[in-house]
């Protein structure tokens, strides 16, 4: 479980394989994850006739940021581009969440795209970072400040893999699909579902990375081959669905919900990852689109040719 955005991929290695690996990165890699020369294709009642409520819709006049849109790199514009984006990408998520589309829309997916973006950098720019943090308003600060830490987390255990590696990455099943999955495990096995989440999005970035680990981790939720025998209910490690439910097996038998830091140590042995997971959940608990918002952002992986991005638009 490495830095996919957080964590590097490549850290998985460095797992004891005895256990669960580490982050499929989702902060480097960053999962919250891979690299290569160029990455494989993907295979991837109303009482009374009152008036409707209307639905949420993106600010014709946002602009979409591009794949690859320029970063501010002075405080003040960097505030306003991440404040502007993250607003923009909430009513986007409005939009689509009360809609019957399956699929992110293209501007969710560029926004979220973006946002991460920003908040990569700010996690190495923490100086640049403290002085646009200071112009936001209150919450957004304070979400800001949970993820640039928590990327900052994962980043610290990440390493850069070789320029000429390969990874798998697919498409992740829909955000919709997921969750009630998260909610089933949290109702029977008591682990929050935010939780839940917030490893799946480190791990591999909501089943994006679809490679097994160096160490041979393997699935959306990372699991040793051993410890599936013991945690995986006799289901299909690769199944988001089982990959879940096991999860929160684990987490349950080695210490939650009662004490999340010692679960989540077990399924990770580092106190940065369990930070990270922390802060990711909190974030989904403060606001449920938040949610929505880490399941569009993508694989980012560190090798020794430099930062690449794996999947998105």
């Known amino acids: 479980m490495?830095?996919?955005?957080?964590?590097?991929?490549?850290?998985?290695?460095?797992?004891?394989?005895?256990?669960?690996?580490?982050?499929?990165?989702?902060?480097?890699?960053?999962?919250?994850?891979?690299?290569?020369?160029?990455?494989?294709?993907?295979?991837?009642p109303v009482a009374q006739p009152t008036a409707a409520l209307p639905v949420a819709t993106p600010d014709p006049a946002v602009a979409l940021p591009g794949p690859n849109e320029v970063i501010p790199k002075d405080a003040a514009r960097l505030a306003e581009a991440l404040e502007t984006t993250s607003d923009a990408l909430h009513d986007a998520i409005d939009a689509w969440t009360e809609g019957d589309s399956e699929k992110p829309p293209q501007e969710v997916e560029l926004l979220a795209l973006y946002q991460q973006r920003i908040l990569r950098y700010a996690a190495r720019h923490p100086k640049v970072a403290t002085k646009a943090f200071a112009k936001l308003p209150r919450t957004l600060a304070a979400q800001s400040k949970d993820e640039t830490a928590a990327i900052r987390e994962l980043l610290a255990l990440a390493r850069p893999i070789k320029g000429s590696a390969v990874f798998k990455v697919q498409p992740p099943l829909p955000a919709a699909d997921l969750l009630r999955h998260f909610k089933k495990a949290e109702r029977r096995f008591g682990v929050e579902w935010e939780v839940l989440a917030a490893?799946?999005?480190?791990?591999?970035?909501?089943?994006?990375?679809?490679?097994?680990?160096?160490?041979?981790?393997?699935?959306?939720?990372?699991?040793?081959?051993?410890?599936?025998?013991?945690?995986?209910?006799?289901?299909?490690?690769?199944?988001?669905?089982?990959?879940?439910?096991?999860?929160?097996?684990?987490?349950?038998?080695?210490?939650?919900?009662?004490?999340?830091?010692r679960a989540l140590h077990a399924y990770n042995p580092s106190q940065a990852y369990v930070d990270a997971i922390l802060l990711h959940a909190r974030q989904i608990k403060r606001d449920a689109r938040n949610y929505y918002v880490y399941y569009n952002w993508q694989v980012f992986v560190l090798t020794t040719d430099g930062e690449r991005r794996l999947t998105g638009p």
Request: proline share 8%.
């Open 199 to 261: 490893v799946m999005l480190a791990e591999t970035k909501f089943g994006r990375v679809k490679s097994d680990s160096h160490a041979g981790a393997q699935g959306p939720m990372q699991f040793m081959p051993a410890t599936w025998k013991l945690y995986g209910l006799g289901g299909d490690i690769q199944d988001p669905r089982d990959a879940v439910m096991a999860a929160a097996n684990y987490l349950r038998a080695t210490g939650a919900p009662g004490d999340y830091q």
């Open 2 to 44: 490495r830095d996919l955005d957080q964590v590097s991929w490549a850290l998985m290695e460095q797992r004891p394989f005895d256990r669960i690996t580490a982050v499929a990165v989702a902060a480097l890699v960053a999962v919250a994850g891979c690299g290569g020369q160029e990455p494989p294709p993907v295979a991837v």
